[in-house]
């Protein structure tokens, strides 16, 4: 097992033992808990951890837990409903009663819930006396007097924690005879079905509902047995992170209505250990597949990064794959679809025809497919893909992350933030998980409150008794409301060049060597100061901005405010994290190619007639003249993606790409953590690794390896999991349940015989339910099962304590951001932006649902996506004489409807980024005059 980080307010992680892609534990980034140092399993920091008595045996356990967690970290048994490790405990279904004793006299003990007992060095408690094992019982029996005999039926089934919990408690038959209760069930949405019969009242889901993700629209009714747990009328769940019910949920009350349509049992899925592709955050999911087709995602728990919680777009985005959009053919311009060897053939003729190549690459597609590409074109003809804006952005960032005293924080991190700055990101839309992080931020307040008074934090409801409406300050400047606005202590709306040069004069207000900022208003000069005045007096403080502005000069603010943090804690690195558009836009940038523009340049000159684009449409990239004159002056344009788009129809030859469950790779983080992917099932018809399109490898290691060697600033990513020659005991790790059924029967209907199972020679994973079931690397773990937990709640059988980090270490490789840039460094301050008193300047407004390419293909998540907009503050309407629904024309050709936003920074207008019905816009530029029928654009 690798070193692991525990303490060490934003320190450089400590080197563990690195393995290569031949196997063994990989280094792993585990700890930096953004604050002291903890306790370790066998000792405190003042000497002995305290000792339990368990059924007459002796264990250490964690001071400050209580005694459920403390049960469970042992990897011992106990039931319990309503506790969550995420969530403390409130004890309301009185499941996890346990005898207490007195003292070694004592032989009768009394009954205390164990999630409501802290535990003490010496303490005395049996888990198997007949008192308690009686009282589990009769509990569970009162629980189940109204729950339906539906598990053959339930979607829930074979992984319910209610069932696995029935059995252990030993509750086999019922005696209750009498007529149940019965509710009405309710529409939530394209997301979540409900069916509130199977409710036992354990209070999860509205705890995690309102108190932990901040949600107001689901709420509990009645009492007694009619209590209801929904809203106050039927519609979609409002909060981004309600698909975490699914999970949260111990029945089948809440679940995933997107599985619903092609529905298997959970040991009937096909799994493989993956990441999000949907933003940078670099969530862990576990896809899972039957019948050939990607049927749903859950959340695959990682100690540093998410945690146990995904976000929606995260979770139901996945329909892509499975989508009319899919490319499962080659198709040519001239000929129409071709098949696999007919299309490889032609792509190598082509190639071999060029006169010169140049290849664009893609923030969505991994590390070893862009640099496949970069290696058949050459580095020098090798570019980003990405706009000028977003480039310039994307540089911008990574200079400051390398040369400035900054670390990347993690989501356990930033939950442990106790004063925050969020710079022009509306985070809640670019980086869910992390506005997530955020809410828990402010309550470390609260925390800190209870803890004065003796209230352990795991107390829940009496930690938000006593600390009330306490929050640690959290501060917002964005130029339009987010979601965070209510548990911000200020929010500030302002356009872009106003939000920079607040965070510049925030900066001048922490260190005073820093530029000073002239012609600040008095708001913004009062606010500079509240704002300086909370980091600086923060243990903690954490500075969070991102890409979404599209502005160099907030990043640069940003940085500017690290840095200042950063000078007067004499050089303590400060914790900052920069939300990305996708899931490998990091990755890319650290490549360092040139941006599209330079791509068009080379074509227009003639250096190169032959245009290769790896999954990415460029459309979404640049102005819709500049594309069509980039694919009309190429003499041959092929596209490699797995779905098909405007630029994929138009190209000479289109291939088809495996998607991100079909295929292995490595993403990079925001956090700067690269984490290997794999595939969940084979690439579907004639879908290929988009890197084998590309070159001559044939092993992903032989390719992850050359990358390592060209660019040693990946030279660690081989540590990111095990390679294809890792073996358990010679046994490969299996992507299929011990359970799986039906594979002789699966494809009768086509052949008589079974096939064999698919050979993968590019992982430690099989397409099989054979092999090893035990001591897997988490990096490799495809699903978590355990004896008597068939639920999400096994997981805890995999943590070296309840809720903490993965035994063996949470997946991944910190590539940069580990605080070792350099020393304070200041920019030189932006310009004042000169006030126009008849134009707005455009800037974008991120959607969770709708911004997204890949989860546009997504029924249910397209379902939630607004229609187009130009979105106006109410007084700026006034001005222009605009009326909410007009449609005004933005640019030529291009008509919105006008929707009036109140909180929208004045002088602002605001366009939905990323939406399918929008061309691209060159957004957070120029000042726009939007105009009414029968005016002249500007």
């Known amino acids: 097992m690798p070193d692991k980080i ?47 008595e368990i059924d007459g045996k002796s264990y250490p356990v964690k001071a400050g837990d209580n005694l459920l967690q403390a049960i469970l970290s042992l990897g011992l048994d106990l039931p319990y409903f309503c506790w969550h490790p995420a969530m403390g405990s409130v004890g309301a279904c009185r499941q996890c009663g346990v ?43 009162l629980l189940m007097t109204n729950h339906p005999h539906d598990c053959p039926v339930c979607e829930e089934g074979g992984e319910c924690h209610l069932q696995d919990m029935t059995v252990m408690t030993g509750h086999t038959f019922r005696q209750y005879r009498g007529l149940k209760r019965t509710h009405r069930n309710q529409d939530l949405g394209p997301f979540i079905n409900h069916e509130m019969n199977r409710c036992i009242a354990c209070y999860r889901c509205v705890r995690y509902y309102q108190d932990y993700c901040g949600g107001d629209d689901l709420q509990v009714f009645a009492s007694h047995n009619h209590v209801y747990f929904g809203r106050h009328e039927d519609g979609a769940l409002e909060n981004e992170f309600s698909g975490n019910l699914v999970e949260v949920c111990p029945t089948g009350v809440f679940t ?58 995260g979770r139901f985005g996945y329909g892509f794959v499975n989508g009319p959009a899919r490319l499962h053919q080659a198709r040519s311009a001239e000929d129409g679809p071709l098949d696999a060897r007919t299309a490889a053939n032609r792509f190598t ?26 290696e058949l074109v050459g580095a020098e003809r090798f570019y980003a893909g990405i706009g000028a804006v977003e480039h310039g952005c994307l540089r911008t960032l990574l200079g400051i992350v390398r040369d400035f005293p900054v670390r990347l924080v993690s989501m356990r991190e930033a939950e442990r933030a106790d004063a925050v700055l969020v710079l022009g990101e509306d985070v809640t839309q670019t980086a869910p998980r992390l506005a997530l992080a955020l809410r828990q931020a402010v309550r470390n307040r609260a925390l800190a409150i209870a803890g004065d008074v003796g209230i352990p934090r795991w107390q829940d409801a009496a930690v938000r008794e006593a600390a009330q409406t306490e929050k640690s300050p959290l501060f917002v400047a964005s130029p339009a409301p987010t979601r965070l606005d209510e548990v911000a202590a200020r929010a500030c709306r302002a356009g872009p060049d106003a939000i920079a040069r607040l965070g510049f004069a925030i900066a001048h207000r922490i260190y005073p060597e820093a530029p000073a900022v002239a012609g600040l ?29 599209l502005s160099e000069d907030v990043l640069r603010a940003a940085g500017q405010i690290a840095a200042a943090l950063a000078a007067k804690q004499q050089g303590q690195p400060t914790g900052v994290h920069f939300a990305v558009p996708e899931c490998n836009s990091l990755g890319l940038a650290m490549m360092e190619a040139q941006a599209l523009a330079h791509a068009c340049q080379a074509i227009e000159s003639g250096i190169a007639d032959t ?57 990079v983080s925001s956090e700067g953590r690269a984490q290997r992917f794999f595939s969940a099932m084979q690439p579907a018809g004639d879908s290929r690794d988009a890197w084998r399109w590309l070159g001559p490898w044939t092993r992903i290691d032989d390719l992850t390896r050359a990358l390592t ?5 990946f030279g660690e990513i081989t540590g990111c999991a095990p390679g294809a020659a890792f073996r358990i005991a010679g046994q490969k790790i ?30 430690a994973l099989a397409f099989s339910m054979e092999g090893a079931a035990n001591d897997r690397p988490p990096a490799l773990n495809p699903f978590v099962w355990a004896p008597g937990w068939n639920s999400n709640q096994s997981v805890g059988k995999f943590q070296d304590e309840a809720g903490g980090h993965l035994r063996g270490g949470d997946p991944g490789i910190r590539l940069i951001g580990d605080g070792g840039g350099g020393r304070a460094q200041w920019f030189e301050l932006p310009e004042a932006e000169a006030a126009s008193s008849d134009a707005l300047r455009l800037v974008p407004l991120y959607h969770i649902f709708g911004s997204d390419e890949t989860s546009m293909h997504s029924p249910a998540v397209a379902e939630r996506a607004p229609h187009p907009y130009l979105a106006v503050n109410p007084e700026d309407a006034v001005r222009y004489g605009l009326a909410e629904g007009e449609e005004v024309e933005l640019t030529t050709d291009v008509w919105l409807p006008v929707k009036l936003l109140p909180g929208l920074a004045a002088c602002v207008a605001g366009v939905p980024a990323g939406l399918p019905d929008l061309p691209f816009l060159e957004t957070a530029s120029r000042p726009r005059t939007p105009n009414k029928p029968g005016e002249n654009t500007p």
């Not at 596209?639 to 291939?655: N, P, Q, S, W, Y």
Request: charged share 25%; aromatic share 6%.
């Open 6 to 52: 525990v303490g060490n307010d934003f320190g450089p992680p400590k080197a563990g033992p690195k393995d290569g892609l031949q196997g063994g534990s990989p280094h792993k980034i585990v700890g930096n808990d953004f604050g002291p140092p903890k306790a370790g399993p066998e000792g405190g920091l003042h000497g002995r951890s305290p000792h339990i």
């Open 734 to 763: 299996p992507r299929q349940p011990h359970r799986y059924s039906g594979r002789t029967a699966m494809l009768a209907d086509i052949r008589i015989h079974e096939p064999k199972q698919p050979e993968d020679a590019d992982s």
């Open 521 to 549: 208003t008095p708001e913004h000069a009062a606010l500079a100061a509240e704002i300086a005045e909370a980091l600086a007096g923060a243990e903690r403080p954490l500075i969070a901005s991102g890409t979404g502005c």
């Open 611 to 667: 245009l290769v684009v790896l999954e990415n449409d460029l459309y979404r990239r640049a102005d819709k003249a500049a594309i069509d004159a980039l694919l009309e002056q190429a003499k041959q344009v092929i596209v490699i993606d797995h779905t098909l788009h405007e630029t994929a129809e138009r190209a000479d030859l289109a291939l088809p790409a495996a998607s991100f469950a079909e295929t292995e790779g490595t993403l």
């Open 99 to 141: 005898i207490q004793f007195k003292d070694t006299d004592d032989t009768q003990g009394r009954l205390v819930m164990a999630c409501m007992t802290p535990v003490a060095d010496g303490m005395r408690i049996s888990l198997q006396g007949e008192t308690a094992k009686g009282f589990r019982a009769g509990i569970l029996e």
């Open 709 to 713: 060697e060209l660019l040693p600033v």
């Open 349 to 374: 003729a082509t190639l071999k025809d060029a006169k010169g190549m140049i290849g664009i690459g893609s923030p969505r597609a991994s590390l070893e497919a862009n640099f496949a590409l970069r």
């Open 256 to 313: 995933d209505k997107t599985f619903s349509h092609h529905y298997s049992r959970k040991w009937d899925l096909q799994t493989a250990p993956s990441i999000c592709v949907h933003c940078g955050i670099g969530c862990n999911t576990s896809p899972g597949e039957r019948y050939g087709s990607l049927r749903r995602i859950v959340n695959r728990y990682h100690g540093e990064v998410n945690g146990y919680f995904l976000c929606d777009r």
